[in-house]
Structures are given as C-alpha cells and as structure tokens.
C-alpha cells in the first residue's frame, strides 16, 4: 500500500488528492479481504489504465472521482482464477469479464461513498443496452443484493464453485 506522499506525485489540489488517497486506501483494504495477493503499488495522473503489475493511471477530476475504483477494481480479475495465466488457454470468456467487474466495483464504490453521481445516473442508462460492459456489470450489482457485503460473498461462491470451464462466468451470471 502506498504513502500519501507517493499518491499521485504532482497533483496540486491537495484537497483532493488526500479524499482520492483515502478511497484508494478504503479500496485496496476491500479488494484484499477478495484476494490477498491484489496490491496497486503506483498511482498515477494519466488516461484511465490499469497495469497487471499493479499500476493504474487516472485523472484527477472533483466530478469523476469513481474512475479509480474502475482501475483499482481491474485488479481483482487480473489476480484471480478466472484471468487466463491461471488457465491453459488463452483469453477465455471469462477473462472478458474484467471490464463487467470493474464497472460492477465501481458501482458498489459510489454508492457507499457518494450516494449518486453523474456517473451512476449515466449507468442507470447504459445498463440497459443488453450484452455490453455495463449491462453485464449490473448483473453482478444485483446478484451483489446491491452492496459491498453481498459482492464479497458472490465472489467467495464464484472462486469456491470454479470449474474451471470456458463460459464459466457467463452461466453463473447471465444465467447462459
Ligand atoms: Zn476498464
């Protein structure tokens, strides 16, 4: 876990920077308890990234802060059973699932933090349009019964019934 000095190096609201340093503790506090091995050792400004080494990029923004629960959330996949280096194959359908949970993360993220936001009134639209990210990304928010406690304990089933199969995540959440 990082230093509030080694936060975003060179951003000048320090306001903000110290309320984005704090989700980003909260978050990686959460993300553990899902799998101890997750950690995001480098923030930094930048176009919306996340690395498999544990570095994510966001941009610092007071009216889109949720974008790094996104980032941070792309971690919990990428060190899972479901991301291909634990696999035989290669990209399997369940690895394409990595945007659907950091979306479904973030989502569960606002609405602890900060109730609604112009984001997730965005999403309520989005939701809709059937088999893109964020739709797929709302059905993990209801199987979650919409909060942080229920996604912990859909995660601990998915891991714990893993078959091992391809289209996995597919039938336990699209139900296909
Ligand atoms: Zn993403």
């Known amino acids: 876990m990082l230093e509030e000095n080694e936060f975003l190096i060179g951003e000048s609201c320090t306001e903000l920077?110290?309320?984005?340093?704090t989700l980003y503790c909260e978050t990686l506090v959460y993300l553990k308890k899902l799998n101890s091995n997750i950690d995001i050792t480098t923030v930094q400004i930048g176009e919306p990234?996340?690395?498999h080494s544990g570095k994510i990029c966001i941009p610092v923004k007071p009216d889109d802060k949720g974008v790094l629960f996104h980032e941070m959330?792309?971690?919990?996949l990428a060190n899972s059973k479901f991301h291909?280096?634990?696999l035989s194959s290669n990209r399997n359908k369940n690895e394409q699932w990595g945007e659907a949970f950091a979306?479904?993360?973030r989502w569960?993220?606002?609405k602890k933090h900060f109730k609604c936001s112009k984001w997730m009134s965005d999403?309520?639209?989005d939701k809709l349009q059937v088999?893109?990210?964020?739709y797929k990304a709302a059905q993990i928010i209801e199987k979650s019964q919409r909060c942080l406690d229920g996604f912990k304990t859909l995660w601990e089933n998915l891991v714990r019934e893993f078959d091992k199969s391809e289209n996995y995540l597919d039938r336990k959440l699209l139900g296909t």
């Open 17 to 21: 920077r110290t309320e984005l340093y």
């Open 49 to 51: 990234t996340y690395c």
């Open 73 to 76: 959330g792309h971690a919990l």
């Open 84 to 86: 291909s280096n634990y």
């Open 103 to 105: 979306e479904a993360i």
């Open 108 to 110: 569960l993220m606002e």
């Open 123 to 125: 999403f309520e639209q």
């Open 131 to 134: 088999g893109s990210n964020k």
